[in-house]
Structures are given as structure tokens and as C-alpha cells.
């Protein structure tokens, strides 16, 4: 099973990107599929997840309204576009599949593994102001 992220880079205060998570090995499926971003010295962050029991997707209330995760089944890819970028956004992004904790816990903020199986390595985001 592999997660390979993709998409991060380096933009100014209010620039977009997209990332996407491809896998193989498994199929986005089972329990929850989501993103978290990773700041050196702080806890994990969970930023979104999409349940895929019913599709409902579930936001960190530092990504409501700026961030939008979805599926793309034409490429099998796990999505993240990102708009109005901060400089508290700057991280190490990781997408995650498997994840068992309930994906509730994502809609306002959750900091931890969430239980999840598989791990990409991450994407490097920065944005300056």
C-alpha cells in the first residue's frame, strides 16, 4: 500500500493550491480519507475527511470555506484544493485513507492520528506574506 502526495509548493498570502493523493494498493473506500497537516513542534491537525460510508465530508474550522476535499474517481486520487492561503497554513500535508476514528471529530478541531492505517509522506506547503 502506498500514498503518494502531490501539489505543494510555494505561494504568497491569498494564493491557491491543489493537492492530490494518489494510491495504490488500496481503493478510497473504507472508513474515512482525509488530509492533515503537520507543523514542526505542534500536533497533527486534522484539516478534512470525507466518510466514505455516505460521502459527507468534514472541515477543521481553520479550513472552512477556504478548503474543499474530494475524490476524483477518473484519476483515483484524493483532493485537496486550497484557496486563500495563509501563512499559518505552511506544513507538511499529509493525506491518510483508513482512518477510523469517528469523521465527526474532523468538524471542528481534531489534533491526533485519527486512527488511520495508511500514511502518505507529505507535500512541503509554504506561503509567505
Known amino acids: 500500500v502506498q500514498l503518494v502526495e502531490s501539489g505543494g509548493g510555494a505561494v504568497q498570502t491569498g494564493g491557491s493550491l491543489r493537492l492530490s493523493c494518489a494510491a495504490s494498493g488500496i481503493t478510497f473506500d473504507a472508513y474515512g480519507i482525509g488530509w492533515f497537516r503537520q507543523i514542526p513542534g505542534k500536533e497533527r491537525e486534522g484539516l478534512s475527511m470525507?466518510?466514505?460510508?455516505?460521502?459527507?465530508?468534514y472541515y477543521a474550522d481553520s479550513a472552512k470555506g477556504r478548503f474543499i476535499i474530494s475524490v476524483n474517481n477518473a484519476k483515483d486520487t484524493l483532493d485537496l484544493q486550497m484557496d486563500n492561503l495563509k501563512p499559518d497554513d505552511s506544513g507538511v500535508y499529509r493525506c491518510a485513507a483508513e482512518c477510523r476514528r469517528r469523521p465527526q471529530y474532523y468538524n471542528h478541531n481534531y489534533y491526533g492520528s485519527g486512527g488511520c492505517d495508511y500514511w502518505g509522506q507529505g507535500t512541503q506547503v509554504t506561503v509567505s506574506s
Open positions: 470525507i466518510d466514505t460510508s455516505d460521502g459527507r465530508t
